[in-house]
């Protein structure tokens, strides 16, 4: 599980720390910064794939077809109103085979046009000598802590025009340390691995072990923005990934509705959603060997995706992320509500909230229904967050509804907090109790 995020001028963050819990609703006005903490969450998971810093930025093609979309905004708009640099730091449980243990990893860019320049300037404050100048980003620091104990960490004063030296510690002291050089235009913790083999280093086996956990943690994310036009895209069976804006969903439910019981709970959550009464799917296959979900209602009635509801599909496809076969850890929907009727809301609360428990996943949500943030349960209430600015200032900023002073908490017990979001009023509190602090 990830338990948290900080980030440091990370795109219109100066300074800001968002704390999750098993399902965490992000609130917050248009462009208050819901869909950049996303874009922080995309550039972990990017280097949980392996990804060059350029590519994580600007987007990943290989063998000549995009397999990544870079981040919004790309390398010139990642940073903070432009400053040279941004830092991410996450804090997650590692889930191996030894007992829960909480990982913190960070990692800090520079992004400035001139990277080098920036990262020549950091030297200098340090008073070190200058050096060539490379193109693209670089990371300038990064590390990984089990505990409160290094596993490796890098050093600026160390680095070179396109390398940068690491400190890998075997088990947390000082004397175990091995020393490697890495490129700085990938992730350190990428390189790692490879470094530690080809050093003949072959008693950190414990050390690798540990690296490939915390970038399993990162590579588990999963990002939906789900589109109807997406789900009636048919999809060939055995394509049991379900795309980021819902395609292939499908043969995703095809793969589901081959184990019995999943079935049945995929029938349940369809009848109990739609006015429908449906009793089967079918699949036909076309001529290019693709197929397309088919509902079959008792009376006989057969109805596509094609003609299927745009609420129906975006469910069905809610249902195809979190019961799919190819499962993940973490799953980030943007603005989960879209195209659900109120009073079928609660079920998708309830499907998530289920599944969260069940199968130990996590699932973060931006919304703008007041509905949801008065279905969701006490819990997933104490781990929502609003996303705001304040008047006049240009960086966003996150309160955790949980840690909301006493006075305000007490509102939201006995007040309707569906309500309270509609009049704008945790916005409202945080400007005031801001304002308060300020004078
Ligand atoms: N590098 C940056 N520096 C400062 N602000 C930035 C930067 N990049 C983006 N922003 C701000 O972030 C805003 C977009 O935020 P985001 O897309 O996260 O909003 P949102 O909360 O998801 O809104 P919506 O509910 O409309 O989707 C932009 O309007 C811009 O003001
Ligand atoms: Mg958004």
């Given at each position: 599980m990830i338990h948290q995020l900080k980030l440091t001028n990370f795109k219109n963050f100066q300074s800001a720390e968002l704390t999750l819990g098993p399902f965490s609703i992000l609130i917050g006005e248009n462009a208050s910064g819901k869909s950049n903490l996303r874009d922080a969450f995309r550039f972990l998971h990017g280097i949980g794939r392996g990804y060059s810093l350029a590519d994580i930025m600007g987007g990943k093609y290989i063998g000549g077809s995009l397999q990544w979309e870079g981040i919004r905004g790309g390398i010139t708009e990642i940073s903070f109103q432009e400053l040279p640099n941004f830092c991410l730091e996450i804090v997650f449980d590692l889930n191996g085979e030894q007992k829960s243990r909480t990982g913190t990893y960070q990692i800090k860019v520079e992004t400035a046009k001139s990277p080098a320049l920036a990262v020549r300037s950091l030297r200098e404050q340090q008073s070190l000598k200058s050096f060539p100048m490379p193109v693209g980003a670089l990371v300038s620091q990064e590390s990984l802590k089990i505990g409160d104990e290094f596993v490796f960490q890098t050093h600026l004063e160390y680095m070179e025009s396109h390398n940068i030296r690491v400190s890998v510690y075997r088990s947390g002291k000082a004397d175990q340390v091995i020393d490697l050089v890495a490129a700085s235009?990938?992730?350190?913790i990428t390189q790692l691995e490879e470094k530690l083999r080809m050093n003949g280093a072959s008693d950190a086996q414990q050390v690798i072990q540990t690296l490939r956990e915390t970038l399993s943690v990162f590579s588990a994310m999963r990002f939906f923005s789900l589109e109807p036009a997406a789900m009636r895209i048919p999809s060939l069976p055995g394509q049991i990934v379900l795309g980021d804006r819902g395609e292939n969903m499908s043969t995703v439910i095809q793969a589901i509705s081959d184990d019995p019981q999943r079935f049945l709970a995929l029938m349940e959550w369809i009848k109990e959603l739609t006015p429908m009464d449906a009793v089967d799917f079918e699949f036909p296959v076309y001529a290019d060997g693709k197929t397309l979900l088919t509902l079959v209602e008792k009376n006989g009635q057969k109805v596509s995706a094609n003609s299927a509801s745009d609420g129906t599909l975006r469910f069905l496809a809610c249902l195809a992320a979190l019961l799919s076969p190819d499962a993940s850890a973490f799953y980030f929907f943007e603005?989960?509500?879209?195209?659900?009727h109120p009073t079928r809301l609660h079920l998708l609360v309830d499907l998530i909230e289920r599944n969260v428990k069940r199968k130990h996943i996590q699932v973060v949500a931006t919304t703008h229904s007041p509905q949801l943030l008065r279905l969701i349960s006490p819990a997933s209430l104490d781990t929502a967050a609003l996303v705001y600015r304040l008047e006049d200032q240009p960086c966003g900023r996150i309160q955790g509804i949980a840690n909301l002073p006493d006075g305000a908490r007490e509102v939201i017990q006995t007040k309707d907090v569906a309500r309270l979001h509609e009049s704008a009023w945790f916005e409202n509190v945080m400007s005031f109790l801001e304002g308060d602090a300020e004078e």
């Open positions: 235009s990938q992730p350190v603005e989960l509500e879209n195209g659900i």
